[in-house]
């Protein structure tokens, strides 16, 4: 299913030519640079629902991912961060945005930022710390 959404998604972002960015309501936080949103442009009887990635940057990874205690730790303080920055932004009122830019390479979600009140979650993370940019190199460790 995963990869029919995917399929579908790529699909339905080349027919609208990304034109971006949309007011898609973000509905559950998975880690410090993913996301989930209501994606209800998805045909039926695909789920409405997509990961979006934040393209740009790398958060440490947690749970079994992470390859320190140091790593854990970072990247629940990245989740933390991210689940913060965007319940307050509408919990104040503020806009939200979904910017999509493309499929990732391993289906099923998105490649994109969040765009809250004109700032990008990209930025916001990098500037307090909680990633680094990155654009498909080889990632550093958190560990050192």
């Known amino acids: 299913m995963k990869y ?6 790529g699909i339905l972002f080349a027919s609208t030519a990304f034109a971006n960015p949309y007011e898609y309501k973000i509905i559950r936080i998975i ?3 993913t996301v989930e949103f209501v994606a209800d442009f998805l045909p ?17 990874e947690k749970g079994h991912r992470a390859q320190c205690e140091k790593e854990g730790q970072a990247a629940l303080k990245a989740s933390a961060f991210t689940k913060n920055t965007i319940s307050d932004a509408y919990k104040s009122g503020k806009k ?9 390479k ?8 969040v765009i809250i009140d004109g700032k990008r979650l990209s ?22």
């Open 4 to 9: 029919i959404t995917a399929l579908f998604a």
């Open 31 to 33: 880690d410090g640079d």
């Open 44 to 60: 039926d009887p695909l789920p409405k629902k997509l990961s979006i990635r934040v393209l740009g940057v790398d958060t440490p």
């Open 96 to 104: 939200v945005l979904v910017e999509l830019k493309k499929h990732d």
């Open 106 to 113: 391993y289906g099923g979600r998105v490649l994109g930022d």
């Open 123 to 144: 930025e916001m993370l990098i500037a307090n710390g909680h990633a680094r940019p990155y654009f498909g190199e080889k990632k550093a460790s958190w560990c050192d």
